[in-house]
């Protein structure tokens, strides 16, 4: 089943109690429920989403976007549509990313850009390990996972503080389309919330971490409200905080269609 690794647009997860049966969980039905967590678990819902890129300790450019998602029910899988309009600053306003998922491979990714007047192609084989509009996040990054595409082993539990987590080794099975050699996935044993993601590159050396910074409910759910990408090796960062959410909006594929990305 298609999950969205780390989408960058609406994060909201499910809050069912899961200590009671997933000691007996197989590594891959842990990172399934965790992956199934990171997606709108909402028909339909919209929210602010502010974007601060980070070097050092220090906020170089900050970006606002408004964002929407759709969740629609394919032959037993669950596929989520999603847009993303940039509001702020000038220079980057009317820029639009729209993701459609596709059953089965990889997903439909667009970007528009006004100055050009265009709407580009993304992502795909040869271009998941692009940065998404100078971020610390790739158009990979922003893409559907499967279970089935990485091999997953369980490793030692540990603790992010007070939170146990369960820790899950993923090695992917083409690392050179992936963009990454491995992922370690520290997961609230709570609610299977994917705290931190450790991605390490192709030659096995950290390269980027991802971090959830805080989590909120959201009409019961529990919701990933603030994540940091971290750059171990350029030392910059990306942190992403969703307000304003609203859930059961009555969109409709059109409103996801390549001609609403200027219209947003």
């Known amino acids: 089943m298609k999950r969205f690794l780390c989408t960058c647009a609406l994060f909201l997860v499910s809050g069912i109690s899961a200590a009671a049966y997933a000691a007996d969980m197989t590594p891959e039905q842990i990172i399934d429920n965790s992956y199934s967590r990171q997606v709108m678990d909402h028909e339909s819902a919209e929210a602010i989403m502010d974007m601060y890129m980070i070097e050092g300790e220090k906020v170089v450019q900050q970006r606002r976007l408004k964002t929407r998602a759709r969740t629609v029910s394919e032959g037993g899988e669950k596929l989520v549509r999603v847009l993303m309009h940039f509001v702020e600053p000038a220079d980057i306003k009317g820029t639009s990313f729209l ?7 990889d997903d439909d990714q667009w970007l528009y850009l006004p100055a050009l007047s265009k709407v580009l192609r993304k992502g795909g084989q040869n271009g998941k390990s692009e940065s ?32 146990d987590c369960y820790v899950i080794e993923s090695t992917p099975k083409n690392p050179g389309e992936e963009g990454y050699g491995k992922y370690i996935n520290y997961i609230d044993k709570r ?27 959201i009409d ?16 910059k960062a990306t942190r992403l905080i969703l307000h304003d959410i609203k859930t059961g909006l009555k969109f409709t594929d059109a409103d996801f269609g390549k001609e609403r990305m200027t219209q947003m």
């Not at 919330?193 to 910074?213: A, S, Y």
């Not at 019961?220 to 030392?235: A, Q, Y």
Request: proline share 2%; no cysteine; glycine share 8%.
């Open 99 to 105: 993701s459609i998922e596709r059953k089965g491979g």
């Open 132 to 163: 998404f509009m100078g971020t610390e996040f790739t158009y990979g990054d922003m893409e559907s996972k499967e279970v089935s595409e990485s091999v997953h082993k369980r490793l030692p539990d540990e603790k992010l503080g007070a939170i």
């Open 191 to 217: 609610n299977f919330v994917p705290m931190r993601v450790k991605l390490f590159d192709l030659e096995g050396q950290l390269f980027k971490v991802m971090m959830t910074e805080k989590v909120e409910k």
């Open 220 to 235: 019961g759910k529990d919701t990933m409200t603030t994540i940091v990408m971290l750059n171990v090796k350029n030392k």
